[in-house]
């Protein structure tokens, strides 16, 4: 749907214009057209289809090589999905991520039983691949103590 400044969604009952409706490059950037009315797991191509979906949910962490099933509560992913137990995350690396320097937050719960058509475990399970830190403990320590004071936020 393309709408100048002074139309109005027929759709919205608060007549507002919806930029998102707009074609991304009157948007200002440039991007993959892709239907947004379509659900998240729709078969289509681009960065909505399945192979950009979902979280891996890595099998462990990557300090201590603790088992972090996709039920675990106490599993921390940063915004590349590096994933470490709460316990390693607080004691060891201050919420600065080894690899990329950012925070972390806790991973989200896959469901376990499909809940919607195509969706959930049963559907997209978790990796089988454990990950394992490439850097040695004492550059992670040093890298983590030069950053632990300043938010995740600022770095």
């Known amino acids: 749907m393309r709408l100048s400044a002074t139309e109005h969604c027929s759709d919205c009952p608060a007549k507002l214009s ?4 707009q074609p991304a490059i009157q948007r200002g950037y440039l991007m993959q057209k892709i239907d947004l009315s379509a659900p ?3 078969a289509q191509k681009g960065p909505r289809s399945r ?3 979902m979280l891996e949910l890595r099998p462990n962490c990557e ?4 088992d972090l099933p996709p039920t675990a509560a106490d599993a921390r992913i940063c915004t590349y999905e590096c994933t470490f137990c709460a316990d390693c995350m607080a004691t060891h690396l201050h919420n600065v991520c080894p690899n990329c320097g ?3 937050q806790p991973r989200p719960i896959r469901p376990a ?4 058509p195509g969706v959930g475990l049963p559907k997209q399970p978790a990796s089988t691949k ?3 830190l490439k850097k040695d403990k004492a550059d ?4 983590a103590a030069a950053h632990k004071n300043t938010p995740p936020e600022k770095r």
Do not use: M
């Not at 300090?63 to 603790?66: A, G, I, N, P, T």
């Not at 039983?113 to 919607?116: G, M, V, Y």
């Open 63 to 66: 300090y201590c090589d603790k």
């Open 40 to 42: 998240p797991w729709s």
């Open 130 to 132: 454990r990950v394992r």
């Open 102 to 104: 950012g925070g972390f």
């Open 140 to 143: 992670v320590a040093a890298f």
């Open 18 to 21: 919806h930029p998102e409706k």
């Open 51 to 53: 192979e950009f979906l």
């Open 113 to 116: 039983t499909e809940l919607r």
